[in-house]
């Protein structure tokens, strides 16, 4: 258990929905990263916070967007879903803003019909 | 952002040495290397990070050469539950403008009875 927490853990939707993807960070981490992995595909930057602040941003579709709340807790919302959003969403946290190691939850599985 | 190389795959027997190794031409003065561990849809799993010469856990070893342009991720005595795909990762841990914490395309190691 690496202790960041994602939910829910599956979510099956339609084209043209919108979803909200919930990510807890370890206790006292103030980083949180976004990662999108498609089937059998690399891991995909989409972005990252720290402290409540957007810090880096990856290849983060428009009709995506994410924030982080004072209790440090992260959403990323996928609006707008097509079927080619199918994928794994990865979120990770570190202590740090920089890329010391990070702790990876057990991902959402979107599944968009 | 230092680009990583790998290779594709590797295939290896259980109980021998598996050694991976990580192009970082481009590595900058204060980047680190990381290597993690992802099993299917799973999170990475952070394995072993350094700077220079060499680094052991009870997991791995890290070897990097003077000039740090590449770096190599040994694996001793594989099982079968090491089959899976490792990344290669080089970015600046002291970053406090935020990392994007980009993964390549990993090399999917194969170990077999």
């Known amino acids: 258990d690496s202790g960041v927490t994602q939910t829910p853990k599956h979510l099956i939707t339609a084209t043209g929905q919108r979803v909200t993807l919930r990510c807890s960070p370890r206790?006292?981490?103030?980083?949180v990263y976004w990662y999108q992995q498609s089937l059998d595909q690399g891991l995909q930057f989409l972005i990252q916070y720290y402290n409540g602040e957007e810090r880096a941003k990856g290849n983060i579709l428009e009709r995506f967007s994410a924030q982080q709340f004072p209790d440090l807790h992260s959403e990323l919302n996928l609006s707008s879903l097509e079927l080619g959003d199918s994928a794994l969403y990865f979120c990770?946290?570190?202590?740090?803003?920089?890329?010391?190691?990070?702790?990876f939850g057990q991902g959402t599985r979107l599944t968009v019909v | 952002l230092a680009k990583t190389t790998q290779p594709i795959s590797m295939d290896s027997y259980e109980g021998q040495e598996v050694n991976i190794t990580c192009s970082h031409n481009?590595?900058?003065?204060?980047?680190?290397i990381t290597w993690y561990q992802q099993f299917p849809s799973q999170g990475p799993r952070f394995i072993i990070q350094?700077?220079?010469t060499k680094v052991t856990n009870e997991v791995a070893s890290l070897f990097i050469p003077a000039d740090r342009k590449s770096s190599t991720l040994s694996l001793p005595r594989v099982s079968l539950s090491d089959t899976a795909v490792y990344y290669c990762?080089?970015?600046?841990?002291?970053?406090?403008?935020?990392?994007?914490?980009?993964f390549g395309g990993g090399t999917r190691l194969m170990v077999k009875p």
């Open positions: 990762l080089v970015g600046d841990t002291h970053n406090n403008a935020g990392n994007m914490l980009t």
């Open positions: 481009n590595i900058a003065t204060n980047d680190y």
């Open positions: 350094g700077y220079k």
């Open positions: 206790s006292g981490d103030l980083s």
């Open positions: 990770a946290s570190s202590v740090a803003p920089g890329p010391i190691e990070a702790f």
